[in-house]
């Protein structure tokens, strides 16, 4: 009777962990709050936490400050690695969680939404906070950055998407280094959820890519 209740325990301990799966075949299962469950490749690591990244050393290696002084947010960082053999790919993502009106705020480059439109119900659309988005990218990207694609709408699995790709290019020790930022937003109700990816995208190195997908197929997201 007591190894039945010591069975017992232990099922109840393995019911309780966070949702977190890894499999050979399938990659390593994350679950993203109000995104969806997001499975990766094993040979990737993902893990809550804030790094200095060089993209934004003339804001200090601080990527959120300088994404603030683009739209003004407060997100949720994730530090990333892809293990390759002996090779290492490092990337960065940020994700904001936010409400249509926040969004709005933030395209339009203020600290606070309208209280009075949230008020009265007049939500904006994401056609028009797309649009609204990439013309404040086109004045406000800092100028070593280039738009390589403004927000374009793309279906995935009957869920909307709109993604932005840049191009930053680095000098570092006498080479130069290209690094990809990708930015993927979609709506479910009154909230919008963002990915902003942060890595190295060429030859064989598709780190952003990979992440893109991952995301844009994740399991069991909110109904739009």
């Known amino acids: 009777m007591k190894g039945k209740w010591c069975l017992l325990a232990l099922a109840l301990i393995c019911l309780s962990l966070p949702v977190m799966a890894k499999d050979k075949d399938k990659g390593v299962e994350t679950r993203f709050d109000?995104?969806?469950i997001v499975?990766?490749?094993p040979d990737i690591t993902m893990e809550e936490g804030t790094q200095p990244f060089l993209t934004a050393r003339s804001y200090g290696n601080d990527v959120v400050r300088m994404l603030e002084e683009i739209y003004p947010a407060e997100p949720v960082c994730w530090q990333i690695v892809e293990k390759d053999?002996?090779?290492f790919q490092y990337g960065y993502m940020l994700r904001y969680s936010l409400d249509i009106w926040q969004v709005e705020?933030?395209?339009e480059g203020k600290q606070q939404e309208n209280?009075?439109?949230r008020d009265i119900g007049s939500r904006p659309s994401a056609q028009t906070l797309a649009s609204h988005?990439?013309?404040r990218l086109r004045i406000s990207l800092p100028s070593e950055f280039e738009l390589v694609q403004p927000f374009t709408a793309r279906k995935v699995r009957g869920t909307t998407f709109y993604e932005s790709r840049l191009r930053h290019v680095l000098?570092?020790?006498?080479?130069?280094?290209t690094e990809s930022i990708y930015v993927l937003a979609w709506q479910h109700g009154d909230?919008?959820?963002i990915a902003v990816i942060f890595g190295h995208n060429e030859e064989d190195q598709h780190l952003p890519d990979t992440l893109l997908s991952a995301l844009e197929n994740a399991k069991k997201m909110p109904r739009s």
């Open 191 to 193: 909230f919008v959820e």
């Open 133 to 135: 988005a990439n013309n």
């Open 171 to 177: 000098l570092i020790n006498q080479s130069y280094f």
């Open 85 to 87: 053999d002996a090779s």
């Open 115 to 117: 209280a009075y439109l």
């Open 39 to 41: 499975t990766v490749p």
């Open 105 to 107: 705020a933030a395209v």
């Open 34 to 36: 109000n995104w969806g």
